[in-house]
């Protein structure tokens, strides 16, 4: 017994520790220049919140003069496979969403939400 391997200590993935990185909002504002920037650049906006990869930016969406929508995706895709009869997901797919420049930071867990609600 004294050979069998021992679990070493891992770390809780905590959804809250990822998003969209402070150098792409201005309060709870997408900063269009900075958005702007990591499209041309190619570079990424945050983190994924669900597996903890990196973010891509897309182009915002122009809906009216007063509306611009922001789009970033996680940069592991979703990848169907049909093997044996037998569909498998692969991946994560998960997409920030920024409607009207709103970087929405809240957190739906009980745990985490305001006790006067």
């Known amino acids: 017994m004294a ?7 891992r770390t809780v993935f905590n959804p809250l520790d990822h998003g969209l990185w402070a150098r792409y ?4 504002q997408i900063d269009h220049a900075a958005w702007m920037r990591a499209c041309a650049d190619g570079s990424w906006v945050g983190t994924c919140r669900r597996c903890g990869d990196y973010l891509l930016p897309l182009r915002p ?52 939400r305001s006790k006067d609600q």
């Open 3 to 9: 050979e069998q391997e021992t679990l070493t200590e």
């Open 25 to 28: 909002r201005s309060g709870n």
């Open 61 to 112: 969406y122009q809906i009216n003069a007063k509306r611009t929508d922001y789009e970033a995706h996680c940069r592991r895709e979703v990848v169907v496979r049909l093997i044996d009869g037998v569909r498998t997901v692969e991946g994560c797919g998960w997409i920030l969403n920024a409607p009207s420049g709103r970087a929405l930071t809240y957190s739906s867990r009980a745990s985490e």
